[in-house]
Structures are given as structure tokens and as C-alpha cells.
Nanobody
Framework: QVQLVESGGGLVQAGGSLRLSCAAS????????PGWYRQAPGKQRELVAN???????NYADSVKGRFTISSVNAKRTVYLQMNSLKPEDTAVYYC?????WGQGTQVTVSS
């Protein structure tokens, strides 16, 4: 059973920055393809960014140039650096790896 634990959410003003962290515990059976998703009230959960073992990344168009995903494979930890935050980035952010999900961390951006 894989457990993913997120941290780093909070309240920030528009234009500010936050850094989310997610650490995995338990057996991942060599499958480490982490990603970040978010879900705003009344909206579907959407992919924000993901990264593979080689470091190749993929971003939603809405966050390109502002967010950066990174991973320390040996520590099974993934980060999401969020800069130039906008009110529309307000959501619960979830860490994901394969079929495992974290509990979510709230990010609120005030205008």
C-alpha cells in the first residue's frame, strides 16, 4: 500500500509563491511517475503537471511558465514550485502516483 503525504499549501496573495511537497511511503514496485492534480469547487479534478523518471515534464497550459515540477527519485519525493499565483489557481492540490492519491492540500490565492 502506497501512501502519499502532501504539505506546503496555504493562503497567498496574487503574484506570490508556494511550494508543495509530496513524499511516498510503502512499496511502489518501481513505478514512480508522480504528478500533481487540482480540483476547484464545482470543477473536475485536472492534471497540473507530471514528471517521469528521466525528468521529462508535462504541464497544463494554464500553469506553463509559472509552475515547476521536480522529483528526487531516490527519496520518492515530488515538488511543485508555484510562482506568479493567480486567484484561479485556488484549489485543493493532490499528489498522485499510479493509483495512489494523497489527501490533498488547500491552496488559496487572494486577489
Amino acid at each position: 500500500q502506497v501512501q502519499l503525504v502532501e504539505s506546503g499549501g496555504g493562503l497567498v496573495q496574487a503574484g506570490g509563491s508556494l511550494r508543495l511537497s509530496c513524499a511516498a511511503s510503502g512499496s511502489i514496485y518501481g513505478l514512480w511517475l508522480p504528478g500533481w492534480y487540482r480540483q476547484a469547487p464545482g470543477k473536475q479534478r485536472e492534471l497540473v503537471a507530471n514528471i517521469n523518471r528521466s525528468g521529462a515534464t508535462n504541464y497544463a497550459d494554464s500553469v506553463k511558465g509559472r509552475f515547476t515540477i521536480s522529483s528526487v527519485n531516490a527519496k520518492r519525493t515530488v515538488y511543485l514550485q508555484m510562482n506568479s499565483l493567480k486567484p484561479e489557481d485556488t484549489a485543493v492540490y493532490y499528489c498522485n502516483n499510479a493509483n495512489s492519491w494523497g489527501q490533498g492540500t488547500q491552496v488559496t490565492v487572494s486577489s
